[in-house]
Each structure stands twice: as structure tokens, then as C-alpha cells.
């Protein structure tokens, strides 16, 4: 598996993420239920397709988990800027790690060649960004 990670240079407060999200939550519960929910179901799918070695369908649903992040307000405008240049490269799919607004970016490559589209194109943006592999 060919991987970017994006470095959008900001850190968030966790404490103030988590409170944030916390807020949400208390304000509409059935809706996070709901959200939280689909996001167990994503996680569980996606170790099923890493054990399979299915790189689209986890790129796929690396995209539906960073849609979720975005829905609770943990993903940030800077965040979002670099999902949207790994995808627009090529990207199998792309998502925040970590505490969110800031942080990291990982973007899912097909192969060495995208991912070094993805990874030019990161840092093209005055991101840092690197490159790994797993297996």
C-alpha cells in the first residue's frame, strides 16, 4: 500500500476538539448515535478490506470516514484543502488523522507513481508532506 501523509502545519487543542464534539453530541443524540454507528461499520469493513488487500474499497471508505469527521466538525478547512489535492491526484481515498484541524493528512495511492503525483502535489501547496509504504 502506497501512502502520503499531508502536514498541514496546525495543531488543534484536543480538549477543545473533544469538547466541541461533545457539545454536538449532547445537542442532537440520535443523529451522533447515528454517525457513530456508521462509523463502527466503516471501521469494520475496512479491516476486512485490508485483510483482503482490497486498497479501493479501503480508499473508499477512507473517504466516507473523513465525510463523518467532517459532519461532527473535527476536520478543518486546511484538513479538507488536503484531501481535496490528494484526490484530485490520484488519490484512492484520503482522510484526517489524528485530533483534526490541523494535523495530519493520509492519502491512499494505487501505486508509486500516484503517489508521488499526490505527494508533489501536497508540497506544490507549501504542505509538507512524506512518503511510506505498508506490506
Do not use: C
Request: hydrophobic share 40%.
Amino acid at each position: 500500500m502506497f501512502l502520503v501523509i499531508g502536514n498541514t502545519g496546525l495543531t488543534a487543542s484536543t480538549i477543545e476538539v473533544v469538547g466541541d464534539v461533545r457539545k454536538l453530541k449532547d445537542e442532537n443524540p440520535k443523529k451522533f448515535e447515528k454517525i457513530f454507528n456508521t462509523y463502527k461499520d466503516i471501521a469494520f469493513k475496512a479491516k476486512n478490506a485490508l485483510i483482503e488487500s482490497d486498497v479501493k474499497t479501503v480508499g473508499n471508505l477512507m473517504n466516507k470516514n473523513h465525510e463523518l469527521l467532517q459532519e461532527i466538525t473535527v476536520s478543518g478547512d486546511i484538513n479538507d484543502i488536503i484531501v481535496k489535492i490528494a484526490l484530485d491526484n490520484g488519490a484512492l481515498g484520503a482522510k484526517m488523522t489524528g485530533t483534526g484541524r490541523g494535523g495530519l493528512v493520509i492519502a491512499l495511492a494505487s501505486d508509486k507513481s500516484i503517489q508521488e503525483k499526490i505527494f508533489n502535489a501536497i508540497q506544490e501547496k507549501g504542505y509538507m508532506a512524506w512518503k511510506t509504504t505498508i506490506g
